[in-house]
C-alpha cells in the first residue's frame, strides 16, 4: 500500500460517482493523447486507462505512489518528476486531466498557459475558490490576476462542485471540477509578455484605481483618459488586451 503525504497535499478521490462524471466530460472531447497529473492511488487512472485508441501518460512525484502504480497498472506510462518541472510530454497536440494539488494549483495553471496552444483541453480538480476564481467575470470578488490569464488562452467553464466526504482523507475545504478549452483566436495583444505584466501590475492593489496601479507602466499622457479611474476587476479581457497597447 502507500502513505498519504500532506506536504505534497494528498487527498485521494474516492468518489465512483464523482470520477465517471469527470470521465463522461472527457469523453465530450476529441484527443489522442491524454496527461493525468498526479494520479496519486488510481483511482481516476482505474477509468482513464480503459479509454481505447488514445496515448495515457501519467506524471507522479511521489516515489512509493509511482512504485504502487506500476504494480497495479501493467503496462502504464508514468513520467516520474514534478510536473512542474516537466518538459512538454507529448510532441502532438494533447488534454490534460487531474485530481490536482491543490497547493500548487495557480502553479499548474500557468504551466498549462506556458503550453498553449498545444494543450487544447483541461479538465481539473481545483479547490473550490480558485476554480471559482478561473472562470470568474468581471466585476465580481473573484475575478483577478488568475481570471484574466487564464480566459485570455482559454475559454473556461465550472462543471460541478465535490463535497469534502468524496476524498481520502478529507480536505478542509469544498472542491470544484472546471473545464479550459484553448482558443483559436487569441486577442490582439502588443506582446504577451507586456499583457501579462499589464495585469499584473492593474491587481497590485485592488482597491486602488488602473491610474494608481499602472503608473510607469503606461505612457503617462495616456494616464489622464477616464479608463483609468477604473479599478482592475471591473475590466475584461478585451478591455485588458487593448489596453496592452498603451504600454
Given at each position: 500500500m502507500y502513505r498519504l503525504k500532506k506536504s505534497l497535499g494528498q487527498h485521494f478521490?474516492?468518489?465512483?460517482?464523482?470520477?465517471?462524471?469527470i470521465v463522461g466530460e472527457l469523453g465530450k472531447i476529441q484527443f489522442n493523447n491524454l496527461l493525468e497529473v498526479g494520479p496519486g492511488g488510481g483511482a481516476l487512472t482505474s477509468a482513464l486507462i480503459q479509454i481505447e485508441?488514445?496515448?495515457?501518460?501519467?506524471?507522479?512525484?511521489?516515489?512509493?505512489?509511482?512504485?504502487?502504480?506500476?504494480?497495479?497498472?501493467?503496462?502504464?506510462?508514468?513520467?516520474?518528476?514534478?510536473?512542474?518541472?516537466?518538459?512538454?510530454?507529448?510532441?502532438?497536440?494533447?488534454?490534460?486531466i487531474g485530481?490536482?494539488?491543490?497547493?500548487i494549483s495557480s502553479q499548474i495553471l500557468f504551466k498549462i498557459i506556458d503550453w498553449f496552444p498545444d494543450?487544447?483541453?483541461?479538465?481539473?480538480?481545483?479547490?473550490?475558490?480558485?476554480?471559482?476564481?478561473?472562470?470568474?467575470?468581471?466585476?465580481t470578488k473573484d475575478y483577478g490576476i488568475l481570471s484574466v490569464?487564464?480566459?485570455?488562452?482559454?475559454?473556461?467553464?465550472?462543471?460541478?462542485?465535490?463535497?469534502?466526504?468524496?476524498?481520502?482523507?478529507?480536505?478542509?475545504?469544498?472542491?470544484?471540477?472546471?473545464?479550459?478549452?484553448?482558443?483559436?483566436d487569441l486577442l490582439p495583444v502588443k506582446s504577451e509578455s507586456s499583457y501579462k505584466k499589464l495585469v499584473k501590475?492593474?491587481?497590485?492593489?485592488?482597491?486602488k484605481t488602473l491610474r494608481n496601479n499602472l503608473k510607469g507602466i503606461i505612457h503617462t499622457e495616456k494616464l489622464s483618459e477616464p479608463l483609468f479611474d477604473r479599478r482592475a476587476e471591473t475590466l475584461s479581457v478585451e478591455e485588458y488586451a487593448a489596453l496592452s497597447f498603451f504600454m
Amino acid at each position: 500500500m502507500y502513505r498519504l503525504k500532506k506536504s505534497l497535499g494528498q487527498h485521494f478521490l474516492k468518489d465512483q460517482h464523482i470520477i465517471q462524471k469527470i470521465v463522461g466530460e472527457l469523453g465530450k472531447i476529441q484527443f489522442n493523447n491524454l496527461l493525468e497529473v498526479g494520479p496519486g492511488g488510481g483511482a481516476l487512472t482505474s477509468a482513464l486507462i480503459q479509454i481505447e485508441n488514445i496515448h495515457f501518460k501519467t506524471v507522479e512525484i511521489d516515489d512509493e505512489k509511482v512504485a504502487y502504480l506500476k504494480k497495479k497498472f501493467t503496462g502504464l506510462e508514468i513520467i516520474h518528476k514534478n510536473f512542474l518541472d516537466l518538459e512538454k510530454p507529448f510532441d502532438m497536440p494533447f488534454t490534460i486531466i487531474g485530481n490536482f494539488p491543490y497547493n500548487i494549483s495557480s502553479q499548474i495553471l500557468f504551466k498549462i498557459i506556458d503550453w498553449f496552444p498545444d494543450v487544447t483541453d483541461t479538465i481539473g480538480m481545483f479547490q473550490k475558490e480558485v476554480a471559482e476564481r478561473v472562470v470568474s467575470k468581471p466585476g465580481t470578488k473573484d475575478y483577478g490576476i488568475l481570471s484574466v490569464l487564464v480566459q485570455y488562452y482559454f475559454e473556461t467553464s465550472y462543471l460541478f462542485s465535490v463535497s469534502k466526504a468524496c476524498f481520502n482523507p478529507p480536505p478542509k475545504v469544498e472542491s470544484g471540477v472546471i473545464k479550459l478549452t484553448a482558443r483559436k483566436d487569441l486577442l490582439p495583444v502588443k506582446s504577451e509578455s507586456s499583457y501579462k505584466k499589464l495585469v499584473k501590475a492593474s491587481f497590485a492593489q485592488r482597491r486602488k484605481t488602473l491610474r494608481n496601479n499602472l503608473k510607469g507602466i503606461i505612457h503617462t499622457e495616456k494616464l489622464s483618459e477616464p479608463l483609468f479611474d477604473r479599478r482592475a476587476e471591473t475590466l475584461s479581457v478585451e478591455e485588458y488586451a487593448a489596453l496592452s497597447f498603451f504600454m
